[in-house]
């Protein structure tokens, strides 16, 4: 960036009065500094200034938001929503729940999950893809409530085979 500075030669530096980083002409330099710089925009002389004030190297350009446009623009990952610690809370519990209905079963007591099976309430499932699960409720004639180890979900029940 250095290279190829001189007097009456063109450097990028901040403005002190349009407060960005602009096209300057150069005034005079210190070594192969540029000192005193001339803007070109405002025509104000000022020294030279690389960056803006508090801005490292890493410029911060305006880049188009990643975030949708619902987006407050305060994002805080440290401090969870109230809605994300009650559903991670919850979850928590549910998960206490099934792992008391799992504990110390036999791999006997699981009936393995089928649709056209009718299960009752309390009843131990074996799913081939949610894994170990207890039924915690019989919805109706066709649905019942699982509880797996990461949610509970809604299987069918005494349903015909397709
Ligand atoms: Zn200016």
Redesign the pocket.
């Known amino acids: 960036m250095a290279k190829g500075l001189k007097v009456a030669g063109e450097v990028d530096s901040y ?4 407060k ?1 980083v ?1 096209n ?1 002409r150069i005034v005079s330099m210190v070594g192969t500094k540029p000192h005193q710089v001339l ?6 002389p ?1 020294l030279f200034r690389a960056r803006a004030p508090g801005e490292r190297a890493a410029r911060t350009s305006s880049a188009p938001g990643s975030s949708g446009p619902r987006s407050t623009g305060s994002r805080a990952p440290k401090a969870p929503s109230m809605a994300a610690q009650r559903a991670e809370q919850a979850r928590a519990e549910q998960e206490q729940v099934w792992r008391k209905a799992i504990a110390g079963r036999a791999v006997n007591d699981f009936t393995p999950y089928k649709i056209s099976h009718v299960f009752q309430e309390g009843q131990l499932i074996a799913h081939k893809r949610f894994g170990d699960g207890v039924v915690a409720r019989v919805i109706d004639a066709a649905k019942v409530e699982v509880l797996f180890q990461d949610a509970s979900r809604v299987l069918g029940q005494g349903q015909p085979t397709a």
């Open positions: 403005c002190t009065k349009c960005m602009l300057h803007c070109l925009t405002c025509n104000s000022h």
